[in-house]
Nanobody
């Protein structure tokens, strides 16, 4: 099992930036994919981005493509999500997740361990 802890959320004005971090422990970090999801009030949890174990593949949701960047530092057992050009509709709780699958997934069911989430609020 893997323990995941997110940090870096907060309140930011539209157009601003934040950097989320996800610290992992309990299993060899470089052996699994890492994903970010978000959930706004009253909505289902939705896919944001995923990164392969070595970092070579990084698919994004269309809604964040060109604004968000996912990355990872396997030496630090940490994944990141850089959020730029933020919009009020980006307001949500952001979750990181780990996936043991050899294929990159985009559904919540494709991921095996989840963090507790960090709140991102974008004011207009």
């Amino acid at each position: 099992q893997v323990q995941l802890v997110e940090s870096g959320g907060g309140l930011v004005q539209a157009g601003g930036s934040l950097r989320l971090s996800c610290a992992a422990s309990g299993r060899t970090f470089s052996s699994y994919a890492m994903g970010w999801f978000r959930q706004a009030p009253g909505k289902e949890r939705e896919f944001v981005a995923v990164i392969s174990p070595a970092g070579g593949s990084t698919p994004y949701a269309d809604s964040v493509k060109g604004r968000f960047t996912i990355s990872r530092d396997n030496a630090k057992n940490t994944a990141y999500l850089q959020l730029n050009s933020l919009k009020p509709e980006d307001t949500a709780v952001y979750y990181c997740a780990a996936s043991w699958s050899i294929r990159l997934g985009f559904r919540t069911a494709d991921f095996d361990s989840w963090g507790q989430g960090t709140q991102v609020t974008v004011s207009s």
